[in-house]
Nanobody, 127 residues
Framework: QVQLVESGGRLVQAGGSLRLSCAPS????????MGWFRQAPGKEREFVAA????????DYADSVKGRFTISRDNAKNTVYLQMNSLKPEDTAVYFC????????????????????WGQGTQVTVSS
């Protein structure tokens, strides 16, 4: 069964904004390190953003710095990715990922760090 569910992906014009959400399915992740990754056709899955369990620390891929913001609302068990000034090169399937802080070890930018994944949501940016 899918343990994380992403939503919010759709077609948007370049320069527009979009907010993705990630919610648990059957489990909470209030004390989980959370990350967003994306994968375009024919390309490897790449790191987009990550946030600590408390929400006090975040980091981003260079390609999205200044445009994307990751946040979390632990009371709602939801993680968000606010995407502004979207570009056609942002087109990809976006995945949410989570790892319990008690098992977290490694680099937050590596997909193998995360145990739980969603099925992905498609974001398409037209030019």
């Amino acid at each position: 069964q899918v343990q994380l569910v992403e939503s919010g992906g759709r077609l948007v014009q370049a320069g527009g904004s979009l907010r993705l959400s990630c919610a648990p399915s059957g489990r909470t992740f209030s004390r989980y390190v959370m990350g967003w990754f994306r994968q375009a056709p024919g390309k490897e899955r790449e790191f987009v953003a990550a946030i600590s369990w408390s929400g006090s620390s975040t980091d981003y891929a260079d390609s999205v710095k200044g445009r994307f913001t990751i946040s979390r609302d632990n009371a709602k068990n939801t993680v968000y990715l606010q995407m502004n000034s979207l570009k056609p090169e942002d087109t990809a399937v976006y995945f949410c990922a989570a790892e319990d802080i008690t098992r977290y070890s490694g680099r937050y930018s590596e997909p193998t760090t995360y145990e739980y994944w969603g099925q992905g949501t498609q974001v398409t940016v037209s030019s």
